[in-house]
């Protein structure tokens, strides 16, 4: 656990060894981490890559919105994995090739998008009647969490010091 991070949640060695404390030890440790902010700042940037060009391939292109999306998708996910070797895991940015990261960021990030983002645009407009915008930020903001952890865990691993 990080020395400078302060909690009130206290959690026994049986806990600590457990899923669930791992888990918990884990985001605690992470989310006041300045990697997640900055991660977060990235994944502001993909919003309005992602937003932008739903927008403009479906209003302006012509594009169905769930064929739309799966561009606009793809065209934040190349933006962010960008973004994010440069600056977010900048440290990380040696160990391996910027080819075996993409490919895993692809992956692990092309889970989270199609269970996230993906089906939840589908079916909140679909069967709900929800506005194609708003049930995009939706689906955004439900992947964003697990995003980060795919990402910090396995697409940028610290290799050095595991």
Request: charged content about 15%; proline content about 2%.
């Amino acid at each position: 656990m990080d020395p400078d991070i302060e909690t009130n949640v206290t959690i026994s060695e049986t806990e600590t060894n457990s899923g669930v404390g791992r888990v918990i030890s884990y985001v605690r440790k992470n989310l006041f981490h300045p990697r997640f902010v900055k991660f977060g700042l990235v994944g502001v940037s993909g919003i309005a890559v992602n937003m932008g060009a739903l927008y403009l391939l479906t209003d302006f292109g012509k594009i169905p919105y769930f064929i739309a999306s799966l561009i606009a998708i793809e065209l934040s996910i190349l933006s962010n994995f960008s973004v994010n070797l440069g600056w977010t895991w900048k440290d990380r940015a040696e160990a391996g090739t910027v080819w075996s990261k993409l490919l895993r960021y692809h992956i692990g990030v092309g889970a989270t998008a199609l269970l996230g983002n993906y089906l939840i645009l589908i079916v909140m407009t679909e069967l709900f009647g929800v506005y194609y915008l708003v049930s995009n930020l939706v689906g955004i903001a439900i992947g964003t969490l697990a995003n980060y952890v795919v990402n910090d865990l396995w697409t940028f691993k610290n290799r050095v010091n595991p």
